[in-house]
């Protein structure tokens, strides 16, 4: 007990002596007044205070009560001084031993490693004794002490509060380790005694300090088990737990369920296994070194086979595992990869470059157009390289467009990752190309960049435009009426040879009417109504299939157009109008003409082979007769006649090869000409035409030089025609050559043709005549030996071309002619690859 508690209990325990001894004294003085007289005296004092007035007796007796208080009293404190002199002096040595005592109980106090907190109650601050090793955590000074939580955990801090709270409340007494902020453990024990509360505490060393460590990490293992078993029970992924030799002494609730068990109790005291015996070998084998397992493994659970991601841990205490049930994630993972598989096919098959950048603004896709734009390294793109590595390989190569400030720009183009809303820029690159760049931002970072090339769509663009401006001004500016009607049939576009034509006015035209209204308004009699109703059927069927339709009108007035409906893709019609009217009166006088001259044609052509075949018989007697007149069996003739005689025949021979070449032509242009095909030796027939030439050829002094190969075989022709056409050939060159000029005949086979080719070095032709020399009657005069009736190569034309063959000519003036004809060796075989 304090000191101060003691001493009041002594003061109050010799008050209550001297009260009583006080007391025991006036009862005695009372006493002894009482008894002094006797009996005797007592009838003497009744009689005397009987004699005695009250008054009397009321001052008498307080005098007497006084002086009896005051002799009482004056006794009771001499005696009183003495025992408080005793009670004094008593008082003085047990305090001088209580001193004594408590130094000593401090000095214990203070030496032993502990310390004390007492509280009193009274509200002044608590007393405090001992000390701690600094080692201990525990500091010295009083405020610090106090302050649990500067130097306690904060755990410990607050249960320490808590105890402290309990005992100054219920007197409960507690004892608990606590954890210092060093890391060292004190123990606290809170007591209460003689209404003071004491709490004490000890630095705990050795094996108490061990204990107390153990203590704690078991508590907090405990703990910690404890909350991981709560989770994993908490988990729907069945958990387990195994001890050294494997089996089973822990599992959740999931775990039962998976092993269709009623609680994890039972699936703990059956030793239920979650894994097969096929999981169980892949886990012993796989197993890490640190004694990890961790695999995807089809399990069946709860009477279905699902997909578990499984991730075991083996020590030397036991084991432990998870299985987590991933089947719909591997579900949706594959269905994941078949449409990023899927996008990137379609992707790859976009014109439009793509790339994604991921949140880490690293290349996590691109697609071949991508790859094709920029010519990138693969190497590079696979690396996975960030976007502001890209734009600086695309600076490097000049692929970019060319930026004042570089890095202001790039930044710029990196604000997109920051960006809520998808940004478009254009890049016009160095080489020409425009981009049309979209930068759109993903809502869980990262962007996707689509390069769009729009090189080409501008430049169509601006054609477009340019072609539409174009369009309009030549359809503004065309003397064709040209109307365009709408699927609906109201007019769509129309220029101002339309109006002017039906007479509209533009007012009219732009309110768009439908065709109906623009053909009660064009239409002024029953011809040109039929052929607005039929063309507003055009515009306005519903027929399968649309097709261009093209007809005449020939209008009130006498204007004639001709008029076309087109089907446009749109589900539009096309009307065109041209006016003809000049055309047509022009092509009807020309029609007129051509009729008069074809039958003035027939009538030349009928004069002409009626007048070759009258002369042809006259002219054969003529002939005959000369040649009689010649002979000398008739009679010899001098030798005028002899030349005048030569003079006819050869005058009548040249007229009668006339009137040949013109019933030739007269046949072939009647259509009733055929050829006499056989086998004909080309060599043969060559000599024969020259043969026959032979008296012109040197009459003329022409040397004719002749090439024919000796292989050159046989081909199937008219013999005669194609003679005459080598006669006819041979006999121009000879009429155009100069004297003892020269005449190339040529002959060659190439595959399945023959050709014949005859080379004269005269004049020549000159060329306003050279279009003309296969006309008929026209003719080169160079002299008075040259002279023809111009029917020569109008005959090789025809046969040539009557057998399948070409002819063509060559010529310049002062160095001669060359005439080509090419026949077919087969003329049927032509035929033939013809009609196929």
Same mark, same amino acid.
């Given at each position: 007990?304090?000191?101060?508690?003691?001493?009041?209990?002594?003061?109050?325990?010799?008050? $209550? *002596?001297?009260?009583?001894?006080?007391?025991?004294?006036?009862?005695?003085? @009372?006493?002894?007044?009482?008894?002094?007289?006797?009996?005797?005296?007592?009838?003497?004092?009744?009689?005397?205070?009987?004699?005695?007035?009250?008054?009397?007796?009321?001052?008498?007796?307080?005098?007497?009560?006084?002086?009896?208080?005051?002799?009482?009293?004056?006794?009771?404190?001499?005696?009183?001084?003495?025992?408080?002199?005793?009670?004094?002096?008593?008082?003085?040595?047990?305090?001088?031993?209580?001193?004594?005592?408590?130094?000593?109980?401090?000095? /214990?106090?203070?030496?032993?490693?502990?310390?004390?907190?007492?509280?009193?109650?009274?509200?002044?601050?608590?007393?405090?004794?001992?000390?701690?090793?600094?080692?201990?955590?525990?500091?010295?000074?009083?405020?610090?002490?106090?302050?649990?939580?500067?130097?306690?955990?904060? +755990?410990?801090?607050?249960?320490? &509060?808590?105890?402290?709270?309990?005992?100054?409340?219920?007197?409960?007494?507690?004892?608990?380790?606590?954890?210092?902020?060093?890391?060292?453990?004190?123990?606290?024990?809170?007591?209460?005694?003689?209404?003071?509360?004491?709490?004490?505490?000890?630095?705990?060393?050795?094996?108490?300090? %061990?204990?107390?460590?153990?203590?704690?990490?078991?508590?907090?293992?405990?703990?910690?088990?404890? %909350?991981?078993?709560?989770?994993?029970?908490?988990?729907?992924?069945?958990?387990?737990?195994?001890?050294?030799?494997?089996?089973?002494?822990?599992?959740?609730?999931?775990?039962?369920?998976?092993?269709? /068990?009623?609680?994890?109790?039972?699936?703990?005291?059956?030793?239920?296994?979650?894994?097969?015996?096929?999981?169980?070998?892949? %886990?012993?084998?796989?197993?890490?070194?640190?004694?990890?397992?961790?695999?995807?493994?089809?399990?069946?659970?709860?009477?279905?086979?699902?997909?578990?991601?499984?991730?075991?841990?083996?020590?030397?205490?036991?084991?432990?595992?998870?299985?987590?049930? @991933?089947?719909?994630? &591997?579900?949706? =993972?594959?269905?994941?990869?078949?449409?990023?598989?899927?996008?990137?096919?379609?992707?790859?098959?976009?014109?439009?470059?793509?790339?994604?950048?991921?949140?880490?603004? +690293?290349?996590?896709?691109?697609?071949?157009?991508?790859?094709?734009?920029?010519?990138? #390294?693969?190497?590079?793109? &696979?690396?996975?390289?960030?976007?502001?590595?890209?734009?600086?390989?695309?600076?490097?190569?000049?692929?970019?467009?060319?930026?004042?400030?570089? $890095?202001?720009?790039?930044?710029?183009?990196?604000?997109?990752?920051?960006?809520?809303?998808?940004?478009?820029?254009?890049?016009?690159?160095?080489?020409?190309?425009?981009?049309?760049?979209?930068?759109?931002?993903?809502?869980?970072?990262?962007?996707?960049?689509?390069?769009?090339?729009?090189?080409?769509?501008?430049?169509?663009?601006?054609?477009?435009?340019?072609?539409?401006?174009?369009?309009?001004?030549?359809?503004?500016?065309?003397?064709?009426?040209?109307?365009?009607?709408?699927?609906?049939?109201?007019?769509?576009?129309?220029?101002?040879?339309?109006?002017?034509?039906?007479?509209?006015?533009?007012?009219?035209?732009?309110?768009?009417?439908?065709?109906?209204?623009?053909?009660?308004?064009?239409?002024?009699?029953?011809?040109?109504?039929?052929?607005?109703?039929?063309?507003?059927?055009?515009?306005?069927?519903?027929? #399968?299939?649309?097709?261009?339709?093209?007809?005449?009108?020939?209008?009130?007035?006498?204007?004639?157009?001709?008029?076309?409906?087109?089907?446009?893709?749109?589900?539009?019609?096309?009307?065109?109008?041209?006016?003809?009217?000049?055309?047509?009166?022009?092509?009807?006088?020309?029609?007129?003409?051509?009729?008069?001259?074809?039958?003035? *044609?027939?009538? +030349?052509?009928?004069?002409?082979?009626?007048?070759?075949?009258?002369?042809?018989?006259?002219?054969?007697?003529? @002939?005959?007769?000369?040649?009689?007149?010649?002979?000398?069996?008739?009679?010899?003739?001098?030798?005028?006649?002899?030349?005048?005689?030569?003079?006819?025949?050869?005058?009548?021979?040249?007229?009668?090869?006339?009137?040949?070449?013109?019933?030739?032509?007269?046949?072939? #242009?009647?259509?009733?000409?055929?050829?006499?095909?056989?086998?004909? #030796?080309?060599?043969?027939?060559?000599?024969?035409?020259?043969?026959?030439?032979?008296?012109?050829?040197?009459?003329?002094? @022409?040397?004719?030089?002749?090439?024919?190969?000796?292989?050159?075989?046989? %081909?199937?022709?008219?013999?005669? =025609?194609?003679?005459?056409?080598?006669?006819?050939?041979?006999?121009?060159?000879?009429?155009?050559?100069?004297?003892?000029?020269?005449?190339?005949?040529?002959?060659?086979?190439?595959?399945?043709?023959?050709?014949?080719?005859?080379?004269?070095?005269?004049?020549?032709?000159?060329?306003?005549?050279?279009?003309?020399?296969?006309?008929?009657?026209?003719?080169?005069?160079?002299?008075?030996?040259?002279?023809?009736?111009?029917?020569?190569?109008?005959?090789?034309?025809?046969?040539?071309?009557?057998?399948?063959?070409?002819?063509?000519?060559?010529?310049?003036?002062?160095?001669?002619?060359?005439?080509?004809?090419?026949?077919?060796?087969?003329?049927?075989?032509?035929?033939?690859?013809?009609?196929?």
């Amino acid at each position: 007990m304090p000191k101060g508690s003691r001493d009041g209990a002594r003061s109050g325990a010799a008050w $209550r *002596d001297w009260s009583l001894n006080t007391l025991k004294a006036g009862g005695g003085a @009372i006493a002894c007044l009482g008894l002094s007289s006797g009996p005797a005296s007592a009838d003497m004092l009744a009689d005397t205070i009987a004699a005695i007035n009250p008054d009397s007796m009321i001052l008498f007796g307080s005098l007497g009560g006084m002086c009896a208080f005051a002799v009482t009293a004056a006794t009771a404190l001499v005696r009183h001084r003495k025992q408080s002199a005793v009670l004094t002096e008593t008082l003085q040595k047990e305090k001088g031993d209580l001193k004594l005592r408590v130094d000593r109980l401090e000095a /214990m106090l203070n030496t032993d490693e502990q310390r004390v907190i007492v509280w009193t109650g009274n509200g002044a601050m608590p007393q405090i004794w001992g000390v701690l090793p600094e080692t201990s955590g525990v500091p010295r000074p009083p405020v610090q002490l106090l302050a649990f939580g500067s130097w306690l955990t904060a +755990k410990c801090a607050s249960d320490l &509060e808590r105890y402290l709270d309990m005992l100054f409340r219920s007197g409960e007494a507690f004892t608990t380790t606590l954890k210092t902020r060093t890391g060292s453990y004190v123990e606290a024990m809170g007591r209460t005694t003689g209404g003071a509360v004491v709490l004490r505490m000890r630095d705990l060393t050795g094996e108490r300090q %061990m204990q107390a460590e153990l203590a704690a990490r078991n508590a907090k293992i405990s703990g910690e088990l404890h %909350m991981l078993h709560a989770l994993l029970d908490a988990m729907p992924a069945p958990a387990w737990q195994r001890d050294a030799e494997g089996a089973l002494i822990w599992a959740n609730d999931a775990y039962a369920e998976a092993v269709e /068990m009623p609680d994890a109790t039972s699936a703990v005291k059956q030793g239920a296994t979650f894994l097969d015996a096929a999981a169980r070998t892949a %886990m012993a084998v796989q197993r890490t070194e640190d004694g990890c397992f961790n695999a995807r493994i089809p399990i069946v659970a709860s009477g279905a086979r699902r997909v578990f991601e499984v991730t075991d841990v083996n020590a030397n205490v036991g084991g432990a595992g998870i299985a987590v049930d @991933i089947s719909e994630l &591997e579900q949706a =993972r594959k269905e994941l990869g078949r449409a990023e598989e899927f996008h990137g096919r379609t992707l790859d098959q976009l014109a439009a470059a793509v790339a994604i950048y991921g949140n880490d603004r +690293k290349l996590q896709f691109y697609n071949a157009a991508f790859r094709q734009l920029w010519d990138l #390294d693969p190497a590079f793109l &696979e690396g996975h390289p960030e976007d502001g590595a890209v734009l600086d390989a695309l600076r490097a190569t000049r692929k970019i467009p060319e930026q004042a400030d570089y $890095r202001v720009w790039r930044n710029k183009m990196l604000e997109s990752y920051q960006s809520l809303e998808a940004r478009e820029s254009w890049w016009h690159l160095p080489d020409g190309r425009t981009l049309r760049v979209i930068a759109n931002p993903h809502p869980q970072g990262g962007v996707t960049y689509i390069y769009e090339n729009v090189t080409e769509q501008l430049d169509l663009e601006s054609r477009y435009n340019a072609l539409t401006r174009v369009q309009g001004e030549t359809l503004d500016n065309l003397s064709e009426a040209v109307a365009v009607f709408g699927s609906d049939g109201r007019l769509r576009l129309w220029n101002p040879a339309f109006g002017r034509i039906w007479n509209l006015q533009e007012d009219q035209l732009a309110e768009l009417p439908h065709v109906k209204e623009v053909v009660s308004a064009c239409t002024l009699n029953a011809t040109e109504e039929d052929a607005w109703e039929q063309l507003a059927g055009n515009v306005t069927g519903l027929l #399968d299939n649309r097709t261009q339709k093209v007809s005449r009108l020939e209008r009130h007035n006498g204007d004639v157009l001709d008029y076309a409906t087109v089907p446009l893709p749109d589900g539009g019609t096309l009307v065109t109008f041209v006016d003809v009217t000049d055309s047509v009166n022009v092509e009807r006088a020309l029609l007129e003409k051509n009729d008069a001259l074809e039958q003035a *044609d027939q009538i +030349k052509n009928a004069f002409i082979q009626h007048v070759s075949y009258e002369l042809r018989s006259p002219l054969t007697n003529i @002939i005959g007769f000369a040649q009689l007149l010649s002979d000398p069996k008739f009679g010899d003739l001098s030798d005028k006649q002899g030349e005048y005689a030569e003079y006819i025949q050869s005058s009548s021979s040249a007229l009668l090869a006339i009137i040949n070449d013109i019933l030739d032509l007269a046949t072939l #242009d009647a259509g009733i000409m055929e050829l006499d095909l056989g086998e004909v #030796d080309v060599a043969s027939t060559v000599s024969a035409a020259v043969e026959g030439l032979k008296d012109r050829i040197a009459e003329a002094r @022409i040397n004719l030089r002749t090439q024919v190969p000796e292989d050159i075989g046989m %081909m199937v022709a008219d013999e005669k =025609r194609l003679r005459q056409v080598l006669f006819n050939l041979i006999s121009n060159a000879v009429r155009y050559s100069e004297a003892d000029g020269v005449v190339d005949v040529s002959c060659s086979r190439e595959g399945d043709s023959v050709t014949f080719v005859v080379k004269d070095h005269g004049y020549g032709i000159p060329a306003e005549i050279l279009t003309q020399v296969f006309n008929r009657f026209v003719g080169h005069d160079t002299g008075a030996r040259r002279q023809g009736a111009g029917l020569g190569l109008a005959i090789v034309k025809s046969f040539v071309e009557l057998h399948g063959g070409t002819v063509d000519i060559a010529s310049a003036e002062g160095e001669g002619t060359t005439v080509s004809c090419v026949f077919p060796a087969r003329p049927e075989l032509s035929d033939q690859a013809a009609a196929e």
